[in-house]
Every structure is written in C-alpha cells, then in structure tokens.
C-alpha cells in the first residue's frame, strides 16, 4: 500500500512561488497517474492538476494554467507540484493523490497548508 507524504507548504505572498512535494513510499510509485488537489473549508476537494505515469500527459485547472506546473521523478518516487504568481484564492490545503487502481484516485496524503495573503 503506498503512502503519500506532502511538504512544501506554507504563507507567502500574493505574486510569490511555492513548490509542493509528495514523497511516495510502497506500492508502485512508476505505475500511478498522480494529482494535485486543494480545498477551501466548506468546500468540496478540486482538482488542480494532474500527470500520468509515465508524466507524459499533463492536466490543469484551467484556474492554474500557466502559472502551476505538476511534474514527477519517478526515481524518487515524488511527485511536485511548482506554483508561480500565487494569488489569495489559491489559499487552501493541497492534498496529493494517487491513482493506484486503474479507477480514479484513491490514495491519499495528508494535506499541507498553502496561504496566500494579499
């Protein structure tokens, strides 16, 4: 069974940089797709951006798009997730998540804090 372990999290800025990272131990890190998702306290989770195994094929919320950039090294089994141009509603927990089933995401990490103030 894999585990997820994010980091990387943190108060910045509006305008500032952050890189999350998601360290993978057990199971099959090379054969998942992975993702990135936020969310807001009374919200529902969102997806933010996603890859596929291999990291060939690439996902983003159309929010995030050319300013967050999701990339993998499967030889360290992390995942990371590079956010430029910080805005406050980017605020939220970012969860890591892989998909090890073939049926979506189902695996989990625990979440790290993003805040951005304005």
């Known amino acids: 069974q894999v585990q997820l372990v994010e980091s990387g999290g943190g108060l910045v800025q509006a305008g500032d940089s952050l890189r999350l990272s998601c360290a993978a131990s057990?199971?099959?890190?090379?054969?998942?797709?992975m993702g990135w998702f936020r969310q807001v306290r009374g919200k529902e989770r969102e997806s933010v951006a996603s890859i596929t195994y291999r990291g060939g094929t690439t996902y983003y919320k159309d929010s995030v798009k050319g300013r967050f950039t999701i990339s993998r090294d499967n030889a360290k089994n992390t995942v990371y997730l590079q956010m430029y141009s910080l805005k406050p509603e980017d605020t939220a927990i970012y969860y890591c998540?892989?998909?090890?089933?073939?049926?979506?995401?189902?695996?989990w990490g625990q979440g790290t804090q993003v805040t951005v103030s304005s």
């Open positions: 057990g199971g099959t890190f090379g054969g998942y797709n």
């Open positions: 998540a892989a998909a090890t089933t073939g049926l979506g995401f189902d695996t």
